[in-house]
């Protein structure tokens, strides 16, 4: 355990770090307030020093390798010195009171009411991935759907797309949340560590969170007086990858700073079956800069981000005997070669171009006993399909203003915590003009203005062993569209015109429909003895529909299929219970997460028989219109993880994730969910070698692991809107060392080295889209099982090499708090 003693108010804080049985200090111990984004470490003999800090009441951590990690709350005053001296206790298991921010109230992941997975610093740069999504995906709970690589977006609990929502640092990624092509747009290298929050308890965040939140959270402001940050550079060898990442940032009596710089970009990948995959070449770049002022009453941060990606999304054209080719003639070849699947440049294909320009104010002013938060913002998205030239076809643009104001205080006393205020967006949509011919206008979706706004209040007390955690809101979200007409519609003719223009055909009607609706929760966490602990939530979820499922009605190039929209869709209105089980014991830790989500008004797409085709195929495509059901998901999962304390070397962790979802009154092709994510159960082990005094490795792992993946035939198979898919199993390696200067104990450069797929196993997982794509000579097929379809990649080995500006210290971990020591 963690005690403090001897605590005062004021604008520095200090103290020592020391052993709770020995009574020695803890050098490189990280002091960390993860709402300030501010941390230090501990000297040689375990002191530390925070100067310039803001005053009022924030939660505290003190964490290292070797100890249980704790928080505690800790108030800040004018013109009083503040000591904290912390006793700690060793322990193998260190996560079990990290702080958690994304649920309203501050609070720690183990009086959580809802299931909380933090994914730490260590394991984004442990793992091998394209996108950050792809790097959490195989967390408890959580999946993600694909269409090939810079397309992934997560699920949680069996849900997607608009009804998980991310955050990066706070600000919504609003992305084009809708769509099944456009993946988030997050700077992987841009994340240090996230939260995973599974079910509709975030009542800070309205109708977006209604599967969850998953908040991504940038690098940490550097030490007060230094100057600190790191380069990174990356290859995997299926794809070809090419990652660099630069970082730099400062800290000067509360003037802090960070700027960051990264390229990706990969040409196609391989697997098994179709060796290279046609279409699946991407790039991205990405400038980032954050400045903040820390002052006694409170702060204020900017960010400014500009990324571009550019991908490719494969369409599966092949030939009789399955070889990619072509869309149409490239300077009268059919098909791609080598140096084609191998080229760094996704502009051959069909593919897309997605702009994000993100600009994010975040403001905390101490008012009496409390603090006001303040944030603007504006984001502006760009999407271009291009196809097979150099003219976009779909072209448009969204742009979001969030906003939130709200009002937080801390009982000193009570056990008490308060948030309440009001938060939404304000998006608007534009469709940009006709392509010259012979390129044809793709509009999917009319322009639009949606506006959000809800209001909230989030309570918490706390008592000993007790948490109870309740809170309301209410939403409202209104739409408004604008009319749309086209002459000569699907010819190089094409063009958008008045109403009263001779041969004027509706594309869109103009609508106005607005959607209000409570949501709320209450939840409760008890501590047990003995390290146990139980949690229980019940929630009550509102989401108004998204513009796709209100309006769509065309050609979706990226997902290959005409989609319809309905302007009669009601919001969903979800039902959601949570229970939770659990122990963080020395030697072994678990829990166990069950929920039960009933859903009403449950919208989602579906092939259908066009009743202008007759068949379920449009211009070539399948057809999907958008319907509502009552919908029941349910589930489990969590994690076991063995840590012996008196094996160091030794740590072996699962997780496990099972979710069925059922439509009731349906037939037997349709009575499940689309796209209900497989069971999963992963296994890692992982030894760690001991470190000595003259070493110049440290903090040296060696891991193995799997991922079993179980058949799912619990699918909507009507027309083959879905198809069953296979049970596989993917094993997994990788081994990293930090290298050290034994003089003086600062890092010079960490490798990390992983290989996923090791067996180079065939595989299309559930979620993956991509199976789906299959044409012949130019013409569309329906798909009848998963061998016909775009495999996921095989075996790829990934090198990761991190350079540290500054060269940190090297603590146990041989990571200071810039590396998030963990």
């Not at 940490?220 to 380069?231: D, K, L, R, Y």
């Not at 998006?427 to 959000?452: H, K, L, M, R, V």
């Not at 066009?610 to 009552?630: L, R």
Request: one cysteine or more; charged letters at 15%; glycine letters at 10%.
């Amino acid at each position: 355990m963690l005690i403090l003693t001897g605590i005062s108010v004021a604008q520095s804080l200090s103290g020592t770090v020391v052993d709770s049985a020995g009574g020695q200090g803890i050098p490189g111990a990280v002091v960390y307030f993860p709402e300030l984004k501010l941390g230090t470490t501990t000297d040689a003999q375990g002191n530390f020093n925070m100067s310039s800090m803001p005053t009022g009441t924030y939660e505290m951590e003190v964490k290292i390798l070797g100890y249980a990690t704790l928080t505690q709350q800790v108030t800040i005053k004018d013109n009083t010195p503040c000591t904290c001296n912390c006793k700690m206790c060793t322990s193998t298991n260190s996560a079990n009171e990290v702080v958690i921010t994304a649920l309203g109230n501050i609070t720690n992941i183990q009086r959580s009411p809802t299931p909380v997975t933090i994914v730490t610093h260590d394991m984004l740069l442990q793992s091998s991935s394209s996108t950050i999504i792809d790097a959490i995906s195989t967390q408890p709970g959580v999946n993600m759907t694909t269409e090939g690589p810079g397309t992934t977006k997560p699920q949680i609990n069996g849900l997607g797309f608009d009804r998980v929502l991310v955050l990066t640092d706070g600000l919504r990624q609003e992305d084009f949340q809708w769509g099944d092509d456009h993946g988030i747009l997050i700077d992987p290298y841009a994340i240090y560590d996230a939260e995973i929050i599974r079910g509709p308890a975030s009542l800070q965040y309205g109708a977006s969170a209604e599967a969850g939140v998953i908040s991504f959270k940038t690098q940490p402001f550097a030490e007060n007086g230094t100057i600190q940050g790191s380069v990174l550079t990356e290859y995997q060898t299926n794809n070809g990858l090419i990652g660099t990442s630069e970082d730099i940032g400062g800290n000067h009596n509360g003037f802090a700073w960070d700027l960051r710089a990264s390229n990706e970009e990969a040409h196609d990948y391989r697997d098994p079956k179709d060796g290279y995959v046609w279409g699946t070449a991407w790039r991205q770049d990405n400038a980032r800069l954050t400045l903040g002022l820390i002052k006694s009453w409170g702060y204020s941060r900017i960010s400014v981000s500009l990324l571009e990606r550019r991908i490719e999304v494969p369409d599966g054209n092949r030939d009789s005997t399955g070889r990619f080719m072509y869309d149409a003639p490239q300077n009268g070849q059919l098909y791609p070669g080598n140096s084609d699947f191998r080229a760094y440049n996704p502009t051959i294909a069909g593919d897309k171009i997605l702009d994000e320009i993100q600009t994010w104010w975040q403001n905390s002013i101490n008012v009496g006993t409390g603090k006001l938060g303040l944030d603007v913002g504006f984001t502006q998205s760009i999407h271009h399909d291009i196809d097979t030239g150099t003219v976009g076809s779909g072209n448009f643009e969204v742009m979001d203003i969030p906003y939130s104001l709200k009002y937080q205080v801390i009982g000193e006393n009570s056990g008490l915590k308060l948030t309440t205020g009001i938060n939404g967006t304000y998006e608007f949509e534009n469709n940009f003009a006709e392509p010259a011919a012979p390129y044809i206008g793709d509009f999917e979706i009319p322009n639009y203005t949606d506006f959000q706004a809800g209001v909230y209040a989030i309570l918490q007390k706390d008592y000993k062993n007790l948490t109870i955690n309740g809170g309301l809101r209410y939403d409202y979200n209104s739409f408004v569209g604008q009319s749309m007409y086209l002459a000569n519609s699907g010819t190089p003719e094409q063009a958008v015109v008045s109403a009263t223009a001779p041969g004027a055909a509706l594309q869109f009607p103009s609508f106005n429909n607005s959607y209000t609706g409570p949501s709320g929760s209450i939840g409760a966490s008890y501590q047990l003895p003995d390290n146990n602990y139980l949690k229980l939530n019940v929630s009550k979820s509102f989401r108004a529909p998204s513009i796709d499922q209100l309006t769509s009605n065309g050609v979706n190039i990226g997902v290959n299929a005409f989609q319809q929209g309905n302007l009669n869709l009601k919001a969903e209105e979800g039902y959601q219970v949570d229970f939770a089980y659990g122990n963080n014991g020395r030697d072994v830790s678990f829990e166990v997460d069950g929920f039960y989500n009933l859903i009403n008004n449950f919208i989602f797409p579906v092939r259908i028989q066009s009743k202008v085709s007759g068949d379920s195929m449009v211009d070539g495509v399948p057809f999907f219109q958008y319907i509502a059901n009552k919908a029941i998901i349910t589930g489990f999962s969590g994690y076991f993880n063995i840590h012996p304390y008196d094996t160091k070397w030794l740590e072996i962790d699962n997780n496990f994730t099972y979710i069925y979802s059922l439509l009731p009154n349906q037939t037997d092709s349709t009575q499940h969910v689309p796209w209900t994510p497989a069971p999963r159960l992963t296994t890692e082990i992982k030894f760690k070698l001991t470190d000595r005094k003259t070493s110049i490795l440290k903090s040296t792992y060696i891991e193995f692991g799997m991922a079993k993946y179980w058949a799912q035939n619990d699918i909507y198979s009507a027309l083959y809107s879905e198809i069953p898919s296979l049970a596989y199993t993917l094993f997994n390696a990788g081994l990293g060392t930090n290298f050290v200067n034994p003089a003086t104990g600062r890092t010079i450069c960490s490798l990390y080295i992983n290989c996923t797929n090791l067996l180079n196993i065939g595989y299309a997982d559930h979620l993956n889209l991509a199976q789906y794509f299959l044409a012949y000579n130019g013409t569309p097929v329906t798909v009848t099982q998963q061998s016909q379809g775009i495999y996921n990649m095989g075996r790829n080995v990934g090198f990761k090499l991190l350079f540290p500006i500054d060269g940190h210290k090297v603590s146990e971990t041989g990571k200071g708090i810039s590396d998030g020591q963990q």
